[in-house]
């Protein structure tokens, strides 16, 4: 994905306003509300939807209790992790929007519902966003968009065939929120390595039954805060049942058929350390494909 010339290159103020504007109409439900570019892809948990579909219909209300952006001005793209309302239900979503001349061309959402594709969500009202994900990075902690990227994308090396080789660099610090649930350096029930962080978990050969981390894509860097926001697929076959973890422990798998997970996934990374995850991912079709990857524009009429 190319970069945007000095003449398109946006503001974080516009893209925010742009993202705004769009969970606005969503809570509306009304999409005549918003400028959109004369072609547009919009993304519901990986399948093309013509707009005002999927969500739109059905949500009740977008709580702004949760607001977590970051823009990629010389891209046009924006991000936002909140929460959306459905009936009785509050589900965990992930928002991407790519601009174009001031008109959204792009939309890509993960909504992840509690009685549909999981896993989880969890969802508190009381959490807001982590500092971290929220602050600038101070110019000299900085590393570049493509070492942003490269860190995320050695995350995903070191969780395919998790065999306990770390491909990129955690703070100490280092945790992980998937689906509003923190798994790292916390307690979870029936789940003992929560209490380990980034590192540790991986070291561990954890996640050995992630068969594949494919069609991987970065849309966004957001240099000044240090953000780069993933797309991709985590694959798992299911056929392997019985571990054996680094330290010679024995361990069953949690995954026994085959499915994929597709995810919008964020990462903070100073220098040169990741020092925060944060994903929206949910349950798909094995080895689904993704419609990004040669996508066919909805023509807005």
């Known amino acids: 994905m190319t970069v945007n ?3 398109q290159r946006t503001t974080r103020a516009a893209l925010y306003a742009h993202a705004d504007a769009y969970l606005d109409a969503l809570a509306a439900k009304d999409v005549s509300r918003l400028p959109w570019a004369e072609h547009v892809v919009f993304t519901e948990n ?3 939807l013509a707009l005002g579909d999927g969500l739109w219909n059905t949500v009740d209300a977008v709580p702004r209790d949760y607001d977590l952006k970051a823009a ?3 891209r046009g793209e924006v991000c936002w992790f909140g929460h959306v309302v459905e009936g009785p239900d509050t589900s965990v979503m992930c928002l991407r929007l790519k601009v174009v001349a001031d008109r959204i061309a792009e939309v890509e959402t993960i909504v992840c519902r509690p009685h549909e594709l ?3 969500p969890e969802v508190d009202p009381a959490r807001r966003p982590r500092p971290v994900l929220l602050e600038d990075v101070p110019e000299q902690r900085r590393v570049g968009r493509e070492r942003v990227i490269s860190m995320a994308d050695g995350y995903f090396d070191t969780l395919q065939l998790n065999d306990g080789t770390l491909f990129t660099h955690f703070t100490d610090d280092c945790d992980r929120i998937e689906n509003g649930l923190q798994t790292t350096r916390t307690q979870i029930e ?8 980034c590192a540790d978990q991986f070291r561990l050969g954890q996640y050995k039954y992630d068969d594949r981390l494919r069609d991987r894509r970065y849309p966004l860097v957001d240099e000044e805060k240090g953000l780069v926001l993933a797309a991709g697929f985590i694959d798992h076959a299911g056929k392997l049942i019985d571990l054996t973890w680094t330290d010679g422990s024995q361990h069953k798998s949690i995954f026994h058929f085959p499915h994929s997970f597709v995810l919008l996934e964020l990462f903070k990374v100073i220098d040169g350390k990741l020092a925060a995850v944060e994903a929206v991912f949910v349950t798909v079709p094995y080895n689904m494909p993704s419609p ?9 009429r």
Do not use: K, L, R, T
Not at 190 to 197: D, F, R
Not at 292 to 300: C, D, E, K, R, S
């Open 5 to 7: 010339s000095a003449a």
């Open 72 to 74: 990629d001005v010389d």
């Open 46 to 48: 990986n399948v093309q």
């Open 292 to 300: 990004w990857i040669a996508p066919q524009p909805y023509v807005v």
């Open 118 to 120: 999981g896993p989880f």
């Open 190 to 197: 029936g789940y003992p390595i929560a209490a380990m962080g």
